[in-house]
């Protein structure tokens, strides 16, 4: 194992400080060995290893457009060092041997830690419980639970998963779309979509099922997490629930936070995912929401598709769009240039507040005794989004050609270096 | 114009020098000369992935009035219902040297996308994408009302036309609704509030959910489709409770003005959205609009194609 | 530039050579006049109404478009078309006098040509055009001439008629003293 000494670096306060690794743990210059290699950190900035609580790794079943291996291989890249890879593969994580597959893949790999999340349901079809318990108590530890890609619609499933999971402190994640406002829609509902003669996807087919399950919530006192937030009246519900004491979490992704439904004017379906794009009123409340702590944290959604699914007309393209690389240049561009959020502000979002939610240890700080996740940026350069030469296996980024800022120089996972880029 | 995607491509002038180059040829046609030498050399295809018999033939008349050839692709049974993607039938077309692709197919921008894409190098024309647009049946219309109702010259300002029905699927609706008023003609939509799209408070059309209180007032009554196949969708109730509301009967034609036309872009549900006698009545202009339907379509391919295309004078140096 | 005819001049030319259209037609009863849009039509009507008078008839003159058969189309972008109209409705049979302002490299009446030959089979077709600059690309020749104007080839001859333009005349540009 590795020793290193990081100089000269930068916290997110701006305050310049020497940081040790040594076994995989951030230590105290005197716990370092002799042999410790040195890394010259001057004018980076040293922030925790982001932590993604809704990534898609396709592993089992779609490794045409990810894997576990070049997942994590992208999560690094982007400066994570943890992600939370969702149920929807093939097959469904909804067993314990199916999230233990996915857990012993990232141990294996070693570049991220990868926690999986367990289905709701069986085959997220929206009837049966999974063996939640079996899920929690396998090596994979599993805490959250989700069936998205889908909505867990019918009330009662949904009242009981979330009394359900109090066994074990658990969380479910909800995909919040009503399946029957939302059959075959393609964008947002509005009057681009009207002009475009695409179906809309109306805002309230979110609003309404936020609204139900805040009040499922505080019924059955357990924890919600509602995915992927798009709607300004998505946001204001969340925010009256967490008035009342509602034991509510949420999350925005970056993608939420810039692009608007107008971008579907080119029929690009590289802007199609889901839930879709859509006002600018939306985008300010979102950013609105994250900066006063109505929506917690920012989780990409990091949806991997190959060429072939979106080189084609609109509607019969996938929904989604690779987002861990992009994800926090993309959320300072957003939120800090536009000053609505100091840097140490959005690292929490992106990193302590996300771990918490999560009850992942060894991420989200970086202090002594704390587990060495953590990313060296550049702040001062920016660099270019090429699809090409992503470290994913697929290329869907609706960002390609943006000259965004922040650099991420290397990234360390349990003291090891696992990413380093390039220099040009 | 470049291609033609959409009526939001073509300024007012555009629009009107089509209008104007149709009346022309259509005059021209009454006569003696059935066949013009102006795109011979020419290849134009017809690239159909959704049935339609009338729109194909007309295309394919206008292209051959005007000396081109014509090729047909129509995708029932041809290596697209075998899964090949629209990109790969555009590249295999590409290979046979199309100078102009009329493309109907069931998605809405898939018209765009082959311009856009550049999987063809020809001029693109949008014979109808999903429910997204229909350009041509649209100028077709205008030439039709424009004929009847403005001695063939001008635009159509001071003309009022009611559109009826499924706003809300409709792409000859919203080629429509764009070209009539570029053209300054007053429009609006009757329908169901459930066949209205929502974001229609952009587009400075009237809207109103009865047909009774309209019929007196329109210039133009154009009757859509109801598309039958909707009604999984819970849009109205019963067909019948939509005929009683919405059908142009008898009765309601009677109330028309005197000089009011009846238009329906085809193919009518006779007795739902119009009855049989409406639709045979001395008001009724859909069998003329069939026939303005060939030329507005030569008008729009001597536009596109009699010249030198975009693509040639750019390659050329000069710029349109 | 400098010009070779003025208002005077012009309406003499037309003058004359609605007498010859009649001596060589041996009267009007047959004629049909067409004019090539622009200048031309407004010439064919001039004549038209020189021939009305001189034989106290009416006399109609139409017009010919020949955007579609030009053999030039694909080197630019689109022409619009311009309005094509038959007095009478059908040339079969009928003495057809072709008009233009200018008669230069002969393909614009090789295109009224094959137009008229879209149209019916007329009896004759003649030409009569207001300047004869010479220069001919095809053996093509006209029956009626108001002038010839011997030019180079980087001149322009422009005809100028009050009905769209200032004054009547034709002036030469690019003249190289």
Same mark, same amino acid.
């Given at each position: 194992m590795n020793s290193y000494s990081i100089k000269g670096a930068k916290d997110s306060n701006g305050k310049v400080g020497n940081y040790f690794v040594s076994d995989g743990v951030l230590v105290n210059e005197s716990e370092l060995s002799s042999s410790a290699k040195e890394i010259d950190a001057k004018d980076l900035t040293i922030l925790p290893g982001f932590v993604d609580l809704h990534t898609h790794l396709r592993e089992p079943g779609r490794e045409d457009a990810e894997t576990v291996l070049t997942g994590s291989m992208s999560a690094a890249t982007g400066g994570f060092t943890a992600i939370s890879a969702m149920p929807n593969t093939l097959p469904v994580a909804d067993t314990a041997g199916v999230v233990e597959q996915v857990y012993r893949l990232g141990k294996h790999h070693g570049i991220c830690d990868v926690y999986p999340i367990g289905a709701v349901t069986v085959g997220q079809g929206g009837t049966q419980l999974a063996e939640l318990s079996a899920m929690n108590q396998s090596e994979?530890?599993?805490?959250?639970?989700?069936?998205?890609?889908?909505?867990?619609?019918?009330?009662?499933?949904?009242?009981?998963?979330?009394?359900? =999971?109090? %066994?074990?402190?658990?969380?479910?994640?909800? &995909?919040?779309?009503?399946?029957?406002?939302?059959?075959?829609?393609?964008?947002?509902?509005?009057?681009?979509?009207?002009?475009?003669?695409?179906?809309?996807? #109306?805002?309230? /087919?979110?609003?309404?099922?936020?609204?139900?399950?805040?009040?499922?919530?505080?019924? =059955?006192?357990?924890?919600? &997490?509602?995915?992927?937030?798009?709607?300004?009246? +998505?946001?204001?519900?969340?925010?009256?629930?967490?008035?009342? +004491?509602?034991?509510?979490?949420?999350? =925005?992704?970056?993608?939420?936070?810039?692009? %608007?439904?107008?971008?579907?004017?080119?029929?690009?379906?590289?802007?199609?995912?889901? #839930?879709?794009?859509?006002?600018?009123?939306?985008?300010? /409340?979102?950013?609105?929401?994250?900066?006063?702590?109505?929506?917690?944290?920012?989780?990409?959604?990091?949806? #991997?598709?190959?060429?072939?699914?979106?080189?084609?007309?609109?509607?019969?393209?996938?929904?989604? !769009?690779?987002?861990?690389?992009?994800?926090?240049?993309? /959320?300072?561009?957003? !939120?800090?240039?536009?000053?609505?959020?100091?840097? /140490?502000?959005?690292?929490?979002?992106?990193?302590?507040?996300?771990?918490?939610?999560?009850?992942?240890?060894? &991420?989200?700080s970086i202090s002594v005794g704390a587990g060495a996740n953590f990313t060296l940026v550049d702040l001062d350069s920016k660099w270019k989004v090429e699809r090409l030469k992503l470290a994913s296996k697929s290329k869907n980024t609706p960002f390609d050609g943006m000259v965004l800022p922040g650099v991420i120089t290397k990234t360390f996972n349990n003291g090891a270096l696992v990413y380093e880029r390039n220099s040009k | 114009m470049k291609h033609l995607l959409s009526i939001s491509d073509l300024s007012k002038d555009e629009a009107m020098e089509i209008l104007d180059t149709a009346a022309e040829l259509a005059r021209l046609s009454e006569g003696a000369v059935k066949k013009f030498p102006t795109l011979r050399g020419r290849t134009v295809v017809n690239l159909f992935f959704e049935d339609s018999t009338r729109t194909r033939i007309s295309f394919e008349a206008a292209a051959k009035r005007l000396s081109a050839d014509v090729i047909n692709f129509a995708a029932k049974g041809s290596s697209v219902s075998k899964g090949e993607s629209l990109k790969d039938t555009a590249l295999t077309l590409q290979a046979m040297g199309a100078d102009a692709v009329v493309i109907r197919h069931g998605a809405s921008g898939a018209a765009h996308q082959l311009a856009k894409q550049e999987w063809m190098k020809g001029v693109v024309i949008n014979a109808g994408d999903g429910t997204h647009e229909h350009p041509t049946q649209a100028l077709l219309d205008a030439f039709t009302i424009r004929r009847h109702l403005k001695s063939n010259q001008g635009d159509l300002s001071g003309v009022k036309v009611g559109i009826i029905g499924d706003i809300l699927h409709s792409r000859v609706a919203r080629s429509n609704i764009l070209l009539l008023k570029k053209l300054d003609a007053e429009v609006v939509l009757i329908a169901p509030p459930t066949l209205i799209p929502v974001g229609v408070s952009n587009w400075q059309v009237g809207v109103s959910y009865s047909l009774d209180d309209q019929i007196k007032t329109l210039d133009v009554v154009m009757a859509l489709r109801v598309q039958k196949e909707r009604m999984d969708d819970l849009y109205f109730p019963t067909e019948r409770e939509y005929a009683r509301g919405y059908g142009l009967t008898s009765e309601r034609m009677n109330q028309m003005k005197a000089k009011a036309i009846v238009m329906h872009p085809g193919p009518m549900n006779r007795g739902l959205e119009i009855s049989a006698e409406s639709a045979d009545s001395h008001r009724s202009v859909i069998v003329e609009q069939v026939a303005n339907g060939v030329s507005v379509r030569m008008a729009v391919l001597y536009l596109l194609l009699g010249g030198a295309t975009f693509k040639e004078l750019a390659s050329s140096g000069e710029s349109l | 530039m400098s010009v070779i005819l003025n208002s005077g001049e012009i309406s003499r030319a037309l003058r004359r050579i609605s007498h010859e259209i009649l001596e060589k037609n041996h009267g009007p009863e047959n004629l049909l006049l067409l004019g090539i849009p622009t200048r031309g039509a407004y010439l064919g009507r001039r004549i038209a109404s020189a021939i009305s008078e001189i034989e106290k008839t009416e006399l109609e003159s139409g017009t010919l478009d020949i955007t579609m058969y030009r053999d030039d189309l694909r080197l630019k972008a689109p022409r619009t078309l311009l309005p094509t109209s038959i007095p009478g409705g059908s040339i079969d049979g009928k003495d057809v006098v072709l008009i233009d302002d200018v008669f230069y490299s002969g393909r614009t009446i090789r295109a009224a040509l094959d137009a008229l030959n879209e149209l019916g089979r007329p009896k004759s077709v003649q030409l009569a055009v207001l300047i004869d600059r010479g220069h001919r690309e095809l053996p093509i020749r006209a029956d009626f001439v108001g002038k010839n104007i011997p030019t180079a080839k980087e001149e322009s001859v422009r005809v100028h008629l009050s009905e769209i333009d200032p004054l009547d005349e034709v002036f030469i540009e690019g003249r190289t003293q």
């Open positions: 994979a530890a599993v805490r959250i639970f989700s069936d998205d890609g889908h909505c867990v619609s019918d009330a009662l499933v949904m009242r009981r998963a979330l009394e359900y =999971v109090k %066994t074990f402190d658990g969380i479910i994640a909800q &995909h919040a779309q009503d399946p029957r406002l939302t059959q075959d829609s393609q964008m947002n509902e509005g009057e681009i979509s009207a002009r475009l003669g695409l179906k809309g996807w #109306p805002a309230v /087919a979110e609003e309404a099922i936020i609204a139900r399950d805040v009040l499922l919530a505080e019924h =059955v006192d357990s924890r919600l &997490h509602v995915c992927h937030v798009t709607t300004a009246g +998505g946001v204001e519900i969340i925010r009256t629930a967490k008035e009342r +004491g509602i034991k509510v979490t949420a999350e =925005v992704t970056p993608h939420h936070l810039l692009l %608007t439904d107008d971008l579907a004017e080119s029929y690009d379906p590289v802007y199609k995912v889901n #839930p879709p794009l859509r006002t600018k009123d939306d985008v300010q /409340a979102l950013r609105e929401g994250l900066a006063d702590g109505t929506i917690d944290i920012i989780a990409t959604d990091h949806a #991997p598709h190959p060429q072939e699914s979106k080189d084609c007309e609109w509607s019969a393209a996938a929904f989604g !769009m690779v987002g861990l690389e992009t994800a926090f240049s993309i /959320a300072y561009l957003a !939120m800090v240039e536009t000053k609505l959020l100091t840097l /140490a502000q959005l690292v929490d979002r992106m990193s302590k507040i996300p771990a918490q939610i999560g009850r992942y240890q060894g &991420h989200g | - | -």
